[in-house]
């Protein structure tokens, strides 16, 4: 059952053409390409501070490229205009790394927000798909409470839950399941399985947690400083004979790379305050 | 979305055809909830049959009859859901909370 | 400097843009937010501002009679408070207090946000931050002003009756009088248009140095400082703009 705003003439949801990011002269970025197709879940992998939630940002039209192309549906994100960006962004779901909950506001509320916004639907209507979708994270009955009285791992799901308020045709999770307790982190894999069968959902997860990348991806990528060194489906990832890629498959500890005389440069270079 | 009434014995039967989503579903949820007060018939039944697509909010308004229904002491029962419909419902854990049949004939039996 | 009151007025517009236009154009005002935002602004700075602009009258009785005394003109204290209160210094206090209790707020309620990633948050739902949060502080700063500055006025007002009462032979029925025939309607009206414009200008640094806040949580704290700091010298710079323009072109 493909949700029926489907792009007849194409099958790819997003597509990255030499995506260069910067934050300030710093570029994070260095120029990525890849494709999601509409329905395939794909996997983001990394170290931290490859730059996973860049990307995402970038992705979603929170961070300006300095270079290259995004193109979301077929249009390109550069030169759409607000209401056509606003009609995308009406599609599509987000749940932060940080879980970014409206603090001034209830769990409810934050899930309902969008709902409120953007359709006439009845409050009592709300209030229902508000439970339903707090009830699919695990979080059923928690609708009173405010960000502030959850744990960090409650956050985190209520934040999913927020993502999904819309019924989204794109969904992008920033590791999702970090710091949650294994058995809850089962459920979030268990329901992002469900949402890409049961709405034909586009999702793109940053995650750690190997078990559930193979679980629930399609397709993988895995960004190393900014580059992305290996993409592929899980198999093709699990052969990939790369040492990087191998090191963070077999968790294995990072090797001491740097020669010593870089090492003994880094430690005695003369000190410059980066300018704010 | 479009609804059509047709009368069945005992029974007022729904038949909705297209997509039950955000722009639709107030619609939807305004049938059902005024089909469940007026009570012209004991029973009402909604055919999904022709129901492409349905969202949450769909369900939500589902929901709303449902409990309306309860509250009006009305039998309410759903027909013809698609893979999909059910496995929407299936999600909000709500696939025995509804009384479903798969065809017409059943529900009425 | 420029670039910087630029950027406040592009806020402003966009913020009376969600206000006045957008609901014509099918995106509703969410009229709960600010009437919120009115209370808050408003009714809950009532107790401060009654007392502060109280005192401020009384001490611009004691000071004007002492002037006055010398040329015998006690009897003008009245006047003098009255004019001053409703020309410079009801519309101009009320903006202060506001400032530190609500231009401050908005800017810590805001930079939060945006430490938070809740701005980011509301963008990616197609939500846009000013519509959803500068345009309802808008409307409550410019429905609320006017209305404190009015009190403010008549606090002052009540303030120097005190001493009229005590130290200059009025009766208090005498002094109000007095003080009601002192004021023409452009008093009262060239206050209230200022502090419509204080009410701006506040909402807008508040918000936009909110909305500027970098990351962590000690740039919230930068943030509020710069918002107060920066309105109080914003609107003493509009207060003078507006004082000329009303001397020198209306000759008011
Ligand atoms: N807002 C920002 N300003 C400046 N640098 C940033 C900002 N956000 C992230 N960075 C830097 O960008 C790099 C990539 O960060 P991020 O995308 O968050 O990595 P990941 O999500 O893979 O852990 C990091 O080195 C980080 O320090
Ligand atoms: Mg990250």
Redesign the interface.
Known sequence: MPNPIANADSDVMISLHDLRVSYGDREILHGVNMEVKRGETLVILGGSGSGKSTLLRTLVGLEKPSSGEIWLKGKNLASISDDDLDEIRRKMGMSFQSGALFGSMTVGENVGLPLREHTKLEDSTIEIMTRLKLEQVGLGGFEDYFPAQLSGGMKKRAAVARALSMDPEILFFDEPSAGLDPIIAAGIDQLILELKQAFHMTIIVVTHELASAFLIADQMVYIDKGVIIAQGTPAEMKANPLPRVRQFFDRVAEPEVEQEMDYLQMLTATHRRPNR | MKIVERFVGEATILDITG?I???S??DL?KVLLRELKEKRTPRVIVNLIAV??I???G???L??GLKASRDTGMRFALVGL????R??L????LIKIFEIHDNEEQALA | MLAYVGALARLTSQAAYYAFVGPFRGRPLRLGRAFSQAMEVGVRALPVLSLITFFIGLILAIQGAYELKKFGAIHFVADAVAITMTRELGPLITAIVVIGRSGSAFAAEIGTMKVNEEIDALETMAISPVQFLVTPKFLAMILMLPCLTIWANFMGILGGSLFGVLKADFTFVEYMRASVSALFMRDIVTGLIKSVMFGMTITAVGCSEGLATGQGAESVGKSTTAAVVMSIFLVVVVDLIFTSLFFFAGGI
């Open positions: 997509d989503d955000l722009s579903s107030p949820r492409r697509y969202d949450s909010s369900v939500a308004s929901v709303e698609s893979k999909g419909a496995e929407v299936q999600l909000s854990r």
